[in-house]
Nanobody, 129 residues
Framework: QVQVVESGGGLVQAGGSLRLSCVASGRSSPITYMGWFRQAPGKEREFVATISWRGGSTNYADSVQGRFTISGDSAKNTVYLQMDSLRPDDAAVYYC??????????????????????WGQGTQVTVSS
């Protein structure tokens, strides 16, 4: 089983920055990609960003492109989300997820939550206006 643990959430003013961290650990077939999703109250969970451990390729939701940066260490199954220029509509619970089947990622299905095998409990990000 794999455990996914996020950290780094908190309260920040609009325009500020936060950095989220996530580690996936445990026995499993190799993790080949990781990603971040978020869910605001009353809304569905939505894709934020993802990174493939093959070459470090990344993809972002249009709403965060240019403001958020995903990075990570494949050897440690650790992923980060640097969030800059935060806006009130970025406030949500942010979830880290990990996947094993890289063919899913390269099929351009990385934005679907069902493509990820393991999930963290989430970390709250609050943005004050």
């Amino acid at each position: 089983q794999v455990q996914v643990v996020e950290s780094g959430g908190g309260l920040v003013q609009a325009g500020g920055s936060l950095r989220l961290s996530c580690v996936a650990s445990g026995r499993s077939s190799p993790i080949t990609y990781m990603g971040w999703f978020r869910q605001a109250p009353g809304k569905e969970r939505e894709f934020v960003a993802t990174i493939s451990w093959r070459g470090g390729s990344t993809n972002y939701a249009d709403s965060v492109q240019g403001r958020f940066t995903i990075s990570g260490d494949s050897a440690k199954n650790t992923v980060y989300l640097q969030m800059d220029s935060l806006r009130p509509d970025d406030a949500a619970v942010y979830y880290c997820a990990a996947g094993r089947n890289l063919e899913r990622w390269y099929s351009a299905s990385y934005y679907l939550s069902t493509m990820y095998d393991f999930w963290g409990q989430g970390t709250q990000v609050t943005v004050s206006s």
